[in-house]
């Protein structure tokens, strides 16, 4: 198990940038995969970004391909989602979640979850 504490977000106007980050507590990051997922009011949790902690491989979903970067600090730790030209569409509260195995887009194979950074996003 890892402890995962995400931080960054805020309230910002469209067309803004954001950086949300997610350390771990406990133990390091190696081995795991760690995503990005989001869930805005009422609608179903989705999967944004995710990086494998070893390789550096990243994968984005396509409403975030293109305007975000997912990277890690080994140094720290920390893994990081980088938001540019934000749409009011990405509103929502962004959770940092771990695995080890494979890579997945499914939140339900993800057994380490963090609190939550809301985002909100002004037209």
């Known amino acids: 198990q890892v402890h995962l504490v995400e931080s960054g977000g805020g309230s910002v106007q469209a067309g803004e940038s954001l950086r949300l980050s997610c350390a771990a507590a406990?133990?390091?990051?190696?081995?795991?995969?760690v995503a990005w997922f989001r869930q805005a009011p009422g609608k179903e949790r989705e999967f944004v970004s995710l990086i494998r902690w070893t390789t550096g491989t990243t994968y984005y979903a396509d409403s975030v391909k293109g305007r975000s970067t997912v990277s890690r600090d080994n140094a720290t730790n920390t893994v990081y989602l980088q938001m540019n030209r934000l749409k009011p569409e990405d509103t929502a509260i962004y959770y940092c979640a771990a695995k080890d195995g494979g890579y997945s887009t499914l939140g339900a194979t993800y057994n380490n979850w963090g609190q939550g950074t809301q985002v909100t996003v002004a037209s």
């Open positions: 406990g133990r390091t990051f190696s081995g795991y995969i």
